[in-house]
């Protein structure tokens, strides 16, 4: 049967729909928004620097440097939060590191949002962010291959200024966003499938 523009709009509408509720439902991490720069986490309202950002700063000089934008340093249970979201189990040690055993899915996701801070070093494929633990500092690398070792660890442990580890970290710093936004392939997939629906609709009329 021939159909007309406005009935293969409708189909194809129709299709649209079903492809964003899939689409939303299906991705590994889909309450997270790259927004280049920084990511949005949806689930949690929570707005956090790219790591490379803060490369190489100590975490008391990067929180006074975007403190006027609304960071501030980031304590360990919104550290954890952040993981959950890479489906990554948060581990804490006190006093030593503690391997969270990370899939290297997760973890090579992990280090497309919130880049490499290891490039240019011996650790390339490494993402090392520092966090407050009860008014102390402690850290988190996430990496690839043996880049970090084991894969995916924290350590109760300072990074000492002038190390060779402190030119290649950076530091977790995160921000309230007022209305986190949907993703935008989202809406406009989800927009299309209801403009379909209501065109049918209208026909069917």
């Known amino acids: 049967m021939y159909l007309g523009i406005p009935q293969m709009l409708a189909k194809t509408c129709k299709y649209s729909l079903l ?7 299906s991705t590994s991490h889909a ?30 000089r990067a ?37 969270l055993g990370a899939a290297e899915s997760d973890r090579a996701d992990f280090l497309s949002l919130f880049g490499r801070t290891g490039t240019d ?20 690398c996430i990496g690839l291959d043996n880049n970090c070792n084991p894969a995916s660890f924290t350590n109760d442990r300072p990074i000492e200024p002038g190390s060779l580890t402190s030119f290649f970290a950076g530091v977790f710093l995160v921000r309230n966003v007022a209305s986190p936004v949907p993703a ?10 209801l403009t379909g629906l209501a065109w049918s609709r209208r026909k069917n009329v």
């Open 19 to 25: 492809a964003a509720f899939i689409f939303t439902g």
């Open 121 to 140: 070093g011996p650790f390339p494929d490494t993402a090392v962010g520092q966090f407050d633990v009860d008014g102390r500092n402690a850290y988190a």
């Open 63 to 99: 929180e006074a440097i975007y403190a006027s934008d609304g960071y501030r340093y980031a304590t360990d249970d919104l550290v954890s939060g952040l993981l959950s979201a890479f489906n990554i189990t948060y581990q804490f040690n006190t006093g030593s590191f503690a391997d």
């Open 31 to 60: 309450t997270l928004i790259d927004n280049g720069g920084s990511t949005t986490d949806t689930a949690t309202g929570l707005e956090w620097l790219d790591l490379t950002a803060t490369r190489g700063i100590s975490p008391t």
């Open 184 to 193: 935008p392939a989202t809406l406009a997939l989800l927009g299309l499938g």
